[in-house]
């Protein structure tokens, strides 16, 4: 199966700032069948990210996703207050479908 | 507006069997873009693909727990169901119903709120 490692286990930074969210995989995904999701306690994950690029219904623009091949990368250009939770990242390209261990984003 | 909930007991036993049903509602289960999926998630722990259905039954397991999972699914009532056997304290977690679009294993896109399974006697 494909290990998705993220990089870094938390991430400490201000209202305003940009956040770079990295998903390092073991092998290639294939297709860039990957997804981010953002998920705050005691809430299901919700999904923010499909196809590595390509923004889920409804979420704001100042997310984005990029990458292919084994290294990917969320980006939050301005971060809001409501942005700060835990982000996991996904590849659907092979079975099992697999999920990194996770990045939390905390106020600094 | 699709809704996911879940069902079921709270609390297993060791070496028993947990059932979970899913309710799917504003939308129907039969759509041919979709699988339907579990998730679970270990307190403080990250996430764990179960398993998926597809409406016409067809199923795929994660290998990690294929021995002791079924999911089934029932159109007539827009439901589908988890059964996992000989449960130990490991399998205490958080589990979720989910939608999964039909591109590969496919992204989740919609969730139910979760249902917390201890495993205890």
């Known amino acids: 199966e494909i290990v998705l490692t993220q990089s870094p286990g938390t991430l400490s930074l201000s209202p305003g700032e940009r956040a770079t969210l990295s998903c390092r995989a073991s092998?290639?995904?294939?297709?860039?069948?990957l997804a981010w999701y953002q998920q705050k306690p005691g809430q299901a994950p919700r999904l923010l990210i499909y196809g590595a690029s390509s923004r889920a219904t409804g979420i704001p623009d100042r997310f984005s996703g990029s990458g292919s091949g084994t290294d990917f990368t969320l980006t939050i250009s301005r971060l809001e207050p409501e942005d700060f939770a835990v982000y996991y990242c996904?590849?659907?390209?092979?079975?099992?479908?697999?999920f990194g261990q996770g990045t939390k984003l905390e106020i600094k | 507006q699709l809704q996911l909930q879940e069902s079921g007991p709270g609390l297993v036993k060791p070496s028993e069997t947990l059932s979970l049903t899913c309710t799917v509602s504003g939308g129907s289960i039969s759509s041919s873009s979709y699988y339907w999926g579990w998730i679970r998630q270990p307190p403080g722990k990250g996430l764990e693909w179960i398993g998926s259905?597809?409406?016409?039954?067809?199923?795929?397991?994660n290998p990690s727990l294929k021995s002791r999972v079924t999911i089934s699914v029932d159109t007539s009532k827009n439901q589908f169901s988890l059964k996992l056997s000989s449960v130990t304290a490991a399998d205490t977690a958080v589990y979720y119903c989910?939608?999964?679009?039909?591109f590969g294993v496919g992204w989740a896109g919609n969730w139910g709120q979760g249902t917390l399974v201890t495993v205890s006697s």
């Open positions: 989910a939608r999964l679009r039909v």
């Open positions: 259905i597809y409406y016409s039954g067809s199923t795929y397991y």
């Open positions: 092998q290639s995904v294939s297709s860039s069948y």
């Open positions: 996904q590849q659907y390209g092979s079975s099992p479908c697999t």
